[in-house]
């Protein structure tokens, strides 16, 4: 079982460009979520899904949008990047059927650079 | 302010020693906590949750510790081996939603 799988592995990027950072996971899970992780700040969380259909708002989630058109994929998209958003960026994923207490599964990351 | 707090520090010890790492938070009423170990270049991945009625959680040599009078969770390692060596972050879960809060993790280097 492949758990999560995130694409790209890593990127550089011009400030301004778009990009998409892709994350599908194959556990059938209902909650998704997307964090950044900076060295000494720890996991921030950007967006998260509860269920296919839905998305919200999470800790920093400015000049990031999501979608969840299905129950497997959770894409992240950078619609013009800024030096700041350089950053290492995990999906994650939970039953969430057990409610707030669920154990979240982790991609492998993609490492993004923005020049 | 709210804030989560883990030793900026790595904690070395030796092999067969435990280790103990502490998380503290300020403002916060969590209803659970997690810890994840993290290694270099991979996700976090899930150990053990705790909740706020809790007040001892074990798993093979690892044991948690939740005090919510002290607003503190320890996380000990008995026995220590060196492929224990990693960043251990601590996450509070909030009974509202289904987000957790991440502290910034205390990295553990277990000598031979």
């Known amino acids: 079982t492949a758990g999560i799988t995130q694409a790209p592995t890593s990127q550089i990027l011009a400030a301004g460009r778009s990009m998409t950072l892709r994350c599908t996971q194959d556990m059938r899970h209902n909650a998704m979520y997307w964090y950044r992780q900076d060295l000494g700040l720890g996991l921030r969380l950007i967006h998260y899904s509860n269920t296919a259909g839905t998305t919200g708002k999470g800790e920093v989630p400015d000049g990031y949008s999501v979608s969840r058109a299905n129950t497997d994929d959770f894409p992240l998209t950078l619609a013009s990047a800024v030096p700041s958003q350089t950053s290492v960026y995990f999906c994650a994923s939970s039953d969430g059927l057990a409610g707030v207490r669920d154990e979240q599964f982790f991609g492998p990351g993609t490492r993004l650079t923005v020049l | 302010s709210q804030k989560i707090e883990q030793n900026s520090e790595a904690l070395n010890i030796q092999e067969g020693k435990t280790a103990t790492l502490t998380c503290n938070y300020t403002n916060y009423s969590p209803a659970y906590l997690q810890w994840y170990r993290q290694d270099p270049g991979r996700g976090p991945v899930f150990l053990l949750l705790?909740?706020?009625?809790?007040k001892e959680k074990r798993k093979e040599r690892l044991k948690v510790t939740f005090d919510t009078t002290l607003k503190q969770s320890l996380f000990h390692i008995t026995a220590s081996q060196p492929a224990d060596s990693a960043t251990y972050l601590c996450?509070?879960?909030?009974?509202?939603?289904?987000?957790?809060?991440f502290g910034s993790g205390t990295r553990l280097l277990v000598r031979p």
């Open positions: 705790i909740r706020e009625n809790e």
């Open positions: 996450a509070l879960v909030m009974d509202s939603s289904y987000k957790l809060i």
